[in-house]
């Protein structure tokens, strides 16, 4: 009797190769298969006549196998073709043709009645046939009476193979032990766990897949919600530094400021110094609006961690990101004394002159460094920061929670307190999603601008009106000021038809030889896009063609026209992000999303752009339309990349949390494993 740790590699009649195929994605025993979920199901319930079937058609056939033959293709010896002859009643005749499934021309017999189900290919000589098909033989209950599991797969590997081990998989589902207690099923209308199991695979009914689906993202978000509260419970179990507020001190360095802080900055550095003078360490997200001033409050957390006498750590998920942090603070803290070191891949800083690493740990472990600003190479064992005191990380959507448990680890093998964590992000993410994804903990927001901003006004621009991007490229450059071309492509695409960085670069070249043009790019070398960047920053560059990579936080002031190439190609999100880029000074902005797509779902989604600067709104249309991990990048960040759920729904979220905690409060030793396997990485059923 096979169980859930059965390897299906022995299992009865199991062909080596087969296996090993489904070893590739990650099947390896039959409880790895049973959390393997089909990515979408087919209806082959209703069946046509041969005679009916037409080109471009998804149908279900019953049929009588007439003929079988296999051959090598002529151009690509190495691929196999199995074409197979069908008959019905009606007397006419499709063909089935398979590639690369050489076996099927064994297991198939002249007289066979299949169901075969797939879309319907016109070839050259206009004759009809089905390719790669979908096929069963009739039985008592063949699988083409029911809905039909279509899972990802590999080459070689046809979905009746992988359906065939799911059917054993299945059959040990009641092995599964249910964590969710029964009466929170009853509150929230879940169907229990074995059933779900059972018929988001092979399910009785299309309405039935739908509630499967609904119970096991319950359960993976109560798997995510108690990673997140044992987590959780580790930052804040240690005892910190405490930092005393120094008002004095904080009120010189305000008034040494060349602004004013708005209502909002003034609010969330409080916010934070309260925390600092806590016993336990901090963990809070300032949240801050595009252009709300985040760096600011920042600033004034560290200056009261440097004025007690600690260290401070910067750490910024790009080179670009942390050179533009170190060169803000420098300018901040300079008057000051405070020596700030730079770390990242292949370059060190002490101060304002380059240094080796060496000289700069060296530095860094007598506490002649006081703010150390660098990448993630800050989290190299051999960086050590003997008095750290706050931890401040940009972009917290990308630093996960393992990197902060490094770093408290560290400081606990060392004896020390454990330092504070701010965390920034510029993501606009509505409050009660960012609750949830942080377990709850403080989040202090920034939404509105510092007084002096300019306006930004933002226009779509359609294929008839594009002469008015070069006007207005020509007008801001002759007014003093500097512009952004953003593509979402490096090289041109002819599949796509998208304007690409290196193509529009030499259009607006040959335009205006003149112009003083740049490139900027992910594959430059990383010292390369900082030197394009300070060059940018510096004037000496009029007009900066790039992708994406300069979506968050790079601060050119003089920067006052931002143009979007191939703007529906973007979450809404995404657009507002990037037009946070210009109106950092006092003068107005214009945004310019460009399309040659006119479709009413893209005009309305770019006009709504065009319509708002309120980032929090239009985070909450890209989550209702794409989902968090289109808006987000799960797969570039730390949000999970979850196989079922997602965050549509609010109140499953929401039981989700109190679940985890009742289960915790049970049994603390609880694992996430324990709720979910966590080793799968597949696409969720119905997102594809």
């Known amino acids: 009797m096979p169980s859930l740790m059965t390897l299906i590699k022995s299992l009865p009649r199991m062909n080596p190769m087969v296996a090993q195929k489904l070893a590739s994605l990650g099947l390896i025993t039959l409880e790895d298969a049973l959390f393997y979920f089909p990515f979408r199901h087919?209806?082959?319930?209703?069946?046509?006549?041969?005679?009916?079937?037409?080109?471009?058609?998804?149908?279900?056939?019953?049929?009588?196998?007439?003929?079988?033959?296999?051959?090598?293709?002529?151009?690509?010896?190495?691929?196999?073709?199995?074409?197979?002859?069908?008959?019905?009643?009606?007397?006419?005749?499709?063909?089935?043709?398979?590639?690369?499934?050489?076996?099927?021309?064994?297991?198939?017999?002249?007289?066979?009645?299949?169901?075969?189900?797939?879309?319907?290919?016109?070839?050259?000589?206009?004759?009809?046939?089905?390719?790669?098909?979908?096929?069963?033989?009739?039985?008592?209950?063949?699988?083409?009476?029911q809905l039909i599991p279509v899972y990802r797969s590999t080459e070689g590997l046809s979905q009746r193979q992988i359906r065939l081990v799911m059917k054993q998989a299945v059959s040990l589902a009641g092995f599964i032990h249910d964590q969710v207690p029964e009466v929170t099923l009853q509150d929230s209308h879940l169907m229990e766990?074995?059933?779900?199991?059972?018929?988001?695979?092979?399910?009785?009914?299309?309405?039935?897949?739908?509630?499967?689906?609904?119970?096991?993202?319950?359960?993976?978000?109560?798997?995510?919600?108690?990673?997140?509260?044992?987590?959780?419970?580790?930052?804040?179990?240690?005892?910190?530094?405490?930092?005393?507020?120094?008002?004095?001190?904080?009120?010189?360095f305000v008034q040494s400021l060349p602004f004013e802080l708005t209502n909002d900055q003034r609010i969330a550095a409080w916010q934070i110094m309260q925390d600092l003078a806590k016993p336990r360490s901090m963990y809070r997200l300032l949240q801050g609006e595009v252009g709300s001033g985040k760096t600011v409050v920042a600033a004034l957390a560290a200056d009261d961690a440097l004025v007690n006498g600690y260290q401070v750590a910067l750490i910024a998920p790009t080179l670009v990101l942390a050179e533009q942090h170190w060169q803000t603070l420098t300018s901040m803290f300079s008057a000051a004394g405070v020596t700030i070191g730079f770390l990242a891949a292949g370059s060190c800083r002490l101060g304002s002159a380059t240094t080796g690493k060496a000289t700069l740990l060296a530095a860094l472990a007598s506490q002649e460094c006081q703010l150390l600003v660098g990448t993630h190479a800050v989290l190299q064992p051999q960086v050590e920061l003997p008095r750290l005191g706050l931890v401040i990380i940009d972009e917290q959507q990308r630093f996960g929670v393992t990197q902060r448990q490094s770093i408290l680890e560290r400081q606990r093998r060392a004896g020390r307190p454990v330092p504070h964590f701010l965390s920034l992000s510029a993501t606009p993410i509505p409050r009660t999603l960012a609750l949830w994804l942080t377990g709850n903990l403080s989040i202090s927001q920034l939404t509105h601008k510092p007084a002096g901003r300019g306006t930004i006004i933002t226009k779509v621009v359609g294929p008839s009106d594009r002469a008015v991007i070069d006007q207005s490229i020509a007008a801001e450059v002759a007014a003093g000021h500097q512009a952004f071309v953003i593509t979402p492509l490096i090289e041109e695409s002819d599949a796509l038809g998208i304007r690409s960085v290196t193509t529009e670069y030499e259009r607006l070249r040959r335009f205006d030889p003149d112009r003083r043009l740049a490139m900027l790019h992910g594959a430059l070398e990383p010292e390369k896009r900082v030197s394009v960047l300070t060059a940018m920053r510096q004037g000496l560059i009029d007009v900066l063609v790039s992708t994406t990579v300069i979506e968050v936080g790079v601060d050119i002031p003089n920067a006052t026209l931002m143009v979007i190439e191939g703007a529906e190609r973007f979450g809404v999100a995404q657009l507002h992000q990037l037009r946070g880029r210009i109106g950092?000074?006092?003068?107005?902005?214009?945004?310019?999303?460009?399309?040659?797509?006119?479709?009413?779902?893209?005009?309305?989604?770019?006009?709504?752009?065009?319509?708002?600067?309120?980032?929090?709104?239009?985070?909450?249309?890209?989550?209702?339309?794409?989902?968090?991990?289109?808006?987000?990048?799960?797969?570039?960040?730390?949000?999970?990349d979850w196989q079922l759920a997602d965050f549509a729904h609010p109140e499953l979220m929401a039981q989700a949390e109190k679940t985890a905690r009742d289960l915790l409060a049970r049994n603390p030793k609880l694992e996430p494993k324990d709720i979910w396997p966590t080793a799968q990485n597949t696409r969720s059923p119905h997102r594809e």
């Open 584 to 640: 950092r000074d006092r003068h107005d902005g214009l945004c310019l999303l460009a399309t040659d797509h006119i479709s009413e779902p893209i005009m309305a989604r770019l006009n709504l752009v065009a319509s708002t600067n309120d980032g929090l709104a239009l985070a909450a249309y890209d989550l209702q339309q794409r989902g968090a991990g289109d808006m987000y990048g799960v797969r570039q960040s730390g949000l999970p």
């Open 42 to 145: 087919q209806d082959f319930r209703q069946r046509v006549k041969i005679a009916d079937v037409t080109a471009g058609q998804e149908v279900t056939i019953l049929g009588t196998v007439t003929h079988v033959a296999s051959r090598r293709a002529w151009r690509r010896r190495s691929t196999t073709i199995t074409d197979v002859t069908l008959a019905d009643d009606t007397r006419a005749t499709i063909h089935a043709v398979w590639f690369n499934l050489p076996f099927l021309s064994k297991a198939l017999k002249i007289g066979d009645q299949l169901y075969v189900s797939g879309k319907i290919a016109a070839t050259k000589s206009h004759q009809l046939q089905f390719q790669n098909p979908v096929y069963e033989k009739a039985t008592d209950r063949p699988l083409h009476e």
């Open 193 to 252: 766990k074995t059933e779900a199991l059972k018929q988001i695979h092979f399910p009785d009914a299309p309405e039935l897949a739908h509630r499967a689906v609904r119970r096991l993202a319950f359960d993976e978000l109560v798997a995510w919600q108690v990673e997140w509260q044992r987590a959780t419970v580790t930052l804040l179990a240690d005892e910190a530094t405490v930092l005393p507020m120094p008002q004095d001190k904080i009120r010189s």
